[in-house]
């Protein structure tokens, strides 16, 4: 496969370096060179520009910002001196993470169940069961379970009722579907897997949000993908879609994983236009997109109108491959994932089936057609959002009374938010705040490549007196990060859910 590199544009890197009044501690203007440096530098740690992208030569980018080549050239040697710029002799400069800079992948582990009552748990993006609903569906699966007992249990692509009680449910959303687009899962991450093991050779490349979901981009790593970073907008904005269509048109990525519904980790819901966009520039460029709804209903905030699914924009059904699971709109525990995809599609995923799991747990599958075939589902997610958004409502309030100075945008769905922690790392934040009884994901978990350092992931988990405590121990923790104490070591590897 050919090389690739992201390359910034000299007008584009003008743009994102918006003009501000850059001064030092003491209040003294800074140098422009330094200026531009920590702008750049800046851009690199929030994702805005990947990691290993070509900067502008030093000519193109002085006339960009209207400033001497003298001014670029003291900025790029600042970069390089601190790490955050490499360079070589007749090949350019391009952006880099300095070294030493440990990029948090790998040792996943949840929180020991002993350890719960001391610790308080913000690592996992999961509320505990809906109840009396759950029980209710697992005693309605378990009363089905005699008509299937006496088969041999197999059920590759999922049991036919609950194929056809998804396929129902895709349809009354407007997109009409057959039980023959449907493959049954072991959850979301299952559905993921298996589309990115058949449909994706090692070392072919995937477009990704960045930030986006961290157990998805070990995944992909896992299966020797090669990731491409696409960054979001700033806030709640959405995809930056003139980079998406760089990305599709340059990199050629074989698939493109995005969360166009309450994204996790920004909470960002997309709407219409950009949905329609990106399923266009991704057929255009023979690229899959990945639609991961598994957030869709978990709708906090009333909305006039809610965006139609990305299968709505892909009419013939070949761009869009859509994954749902009752694991984040029910229950953790519910390992029950879907596919909702082309027949022929589905057929592939299936035969590949054969060697990875063989399907899904039974009486799993029972209880959740046991939830769609009546008002159990609609019931449990409508609970599952009162306490969400009641527990959303209780962290912001604690944040800002605080930690005034993080910076954050409200989402009105899903069970995350993405919070600036101003001039304090988050991966030092988190090592701080594990020895202080709060666990929390630093930013760099959601990047590709190290960057978003001076962020954190929160979830919707905790609220009232516990939601106040966390946030009191971050606060804490944020002292001992800029006093310098309590930072030393590694921490525990963190769960991420």
Same mark, same amino acid.
């Given at each position: 496969?050919?090389?690739?590199?992201?390359?910034?544009?000299?007008?584009?890197? +003008? #743009?994102? @370096?918006?003009?501000?009044?850059?001064?030092?501690?003491?209040?003294?203007?800074?140098?422009?060179?330094?200026?531009? /440096?920590?702008?750049?530098?800046?851009?690199?740690?929030?994702?805005?520009?990947?990691? /290993?992208?070509?900067?502008?030569?030093?000519?193109?980018?002085?006339? +960009? @910002?209207?400033?001497?080549?003298?001014?670029?050239?003291?900025?790029?040697?600042?970069?390089?001196?601190?790490?955050?710029?490499?360079?070589?002799?007749?090949?350019?400069?391009?952006?880099?993470?300095?070294?030493?800079?440990?990029?948090?992948?790998?040792?996943?582990?949840? @929180?020991?169940?002993?350890?719960?009552?001391?610790?308080?748990?913000?690592?996992?993006?999961?509320?505990?069961?809906?109840?009396?609903?759950?029980?209710?569906?697992?005693?309605?699966?378990?009363?089905?379970?005699?008509?299937?007992?006496?088969?041999?249990?197999?059920?590759?692509?999922?049991?036919?009722?609950?194929?056809?009680?998804?396929?129902?449910?895709?349809?009354?959303?407007?997109?009409?579907?057959?039980?023959?687009?449907?493959?049954?899962?072991?959850?979301?991450?299952?559905?993921?897997?298996? +589309?990115?093991?058949?449909?994706?050779?090692?070392?072919?490349?995937?477009a990704v949000e960045s930030p986006s979901y961290a157990n998805v981009l070990e995944l992909f790593r896992e299966c020797g993908s090669r990731l491409v970073p696409v960054a979001m907008r700033?806030?709640?904005?959405?995809? %930056?879609?003139?980079?998406?269509?760089?990305?599709?048109? %340059?990199?050629?990525?074989?698939?493109?994983?995005?969360?166009?519904?309450?994204?996790?980790?920004?909470?960002?819901?997309?709407? %219409?236009?950009?949905?329609?966009?990106?399923?266009?520039?991704?057929?255009?460029?023979?690229?899959?997109?990945?639609?991961?709804?598994?957030?869709?209903?978990?709708?906090?905030?009333?909305?006039?109108?809610?965006?139609?699914?990305?299968?709505?924009?892909?009419?013939?059904?070949?761009?869009?491959?859509?994954?749902?699971? +009752?694991?984040?709109?029910?229950?953790?525990?519910?390992?029950?994932?879907?596919?909702?995809?082309?027949?022929?599609?589905?057929?592939?995923?299936?035969?590949?089936?054969?060697?990875?799991?063989?399907?899904?747990?039974?009486?799993?599958?029972?209880?959740?057609?046991?939830?769609?075939?009546?008002?159990?589902?609609?019931?449990?997610?409508?609970?599952?959002?009162?306490?969400?958004?009641?527990? #959303?409502?209780?962290?912001v309030a604690a944040l800002r009374d605080q930690l005034p100075d993080w910076e954050f945008a409200v989402p009105s769905g899903g069970m995350t938010m993405w919070v600036r922690t101003g001039?304090?790392?988050?991966? #030092?934040?988190?090592?701080?705040?594990?020895?202080?009884?709060?666990?929390?994901?630093?930013?760099? #978990?959601?990047?590709?490549?190290?960057?978003?350092?001076?962020?954190?992931?929160?979830?919707?988990?905790?609220?009232?007196?516990?939601?106040?405590? /966390?946030?009191?121990?971050?606060?804490?923790?944020?002292?001992?990060?800029?006093?310098?104490?309590?930072?030393?070591?590694?921490?525990?590897?963190?769960?991420?859910?």
């Open positions: 496969m050919s090389q690739w590199t992201a390359t910034v544009g000299a007008s584009r890197l +003008a #743009r994102l @370096l918006e003009p501000r009044d850059r001064r030092s501690g003491d209040g003294r203007r800074v140098p422009a060179y330094r200026g531009l /440096a920590d702008g750049v530098r800046l851009l690199v740690l929030e994702g805005r520009v990947p990691v /290993a992208a070509r900067l502008p030569a030093e000519r193109e980018l002085a006339v +960009a @910002l209207g400033v001497s080549r003298t001014t670029v050239a003291a900025a790029y040697e600042a970069l390089r001196a601190e790490g955050y710029a490499h360079s070589r002799r007749g090949a350019g400069s391009w952006t880099a993470i300095p070294d030493g800079h440990t990029l948090p992948t790998g040792s996943l582990v949840p @929180l020991p169940p002993e350890a719960s009552g001391s610790v308080i748990d913000l690592g996992t993006a999961s509320l505990p069961a809906p109840e009396p609903w759950l029980s209710r569906a697992m005693h309605g699966g378990l009363a089905d379970l005699p008509a299937y007992a006496g088969t041999h249990g197999d059920f590759p692509a999922g049991l036919p009722v609950l194929r056809h009680a998804i396929a129902e449910r895709y349809t009354a959303r407007g997109i009409p579907t057959m039980p023959e687009q449907i493959m049954v899962t072991a959850g979301a991450m299952g559905a993921i897997g298996s +589309a990115a093991r058949r449909l994706v050779g090692p070392g072919e490349r995937v700033e806030g709640l904005a959405g995809w %930056d879609l003139d980079a998406w269509r760089r990305v599709l048109r %340059d990199a050629a990525p074989r698939m493109a994983y995005v969360m166009p519904d309450f994204q996790n980790p920004t909470g960002t819901l997309i709407g %219409d236009d950009q949905r329609r966009a990106l399923v266009e520039a991704a057929r255009a460029a023979g690229t899959v997109v990945v639609a991961d709804e598994t957030m869709a209903e978990l709708v906090l905030d009333p909305q006039p109108v809610l965006p139609r699914p990305m299968a709505a924009f892909d009419p013939g059904g070949g761009t869009v491959i859509s994954i749902g699971s +009752a694991s984040k709109a029910i229950w953790g525990g519910l390992r029950i994932g879907w596919v909702r995809a082309a027949p022929d599609v589905v057929r592939r995923l299936v035969t590949a089936r054969a060697y990875l799991d063989l399907g899904s747990p039974v009486v799993d599958q029972l209880a959740v057609a046991w939830l769609l075939r009546d008002t159990g589902w609609d019931e449990a997610v409508a609970a599952r959002c009162e306490r969400a958004r009641d527990h #959303r409502d209780d962290l001039d304090i790392s988050g991966s #030092r934040l988190a090592v701080a705040g594990e020895r202080l009884g709060v666990r929390v994901p630093s930013g760099p #978990r959601f990047g590709v490549d190290g960057a978003f350092e001076s962020y954190v992931r929160l979830p919707f988990t905790v609220g009232g007196p516990t939601a106040l405590d /966390a946030v009191t121990r971050l606060a804490a923790a944020a002292r001992a990060v800029r006093s310098g104490g309590g930072t030393e070591g590694e921490g525990a590897g963190l769960f991420v859910a």
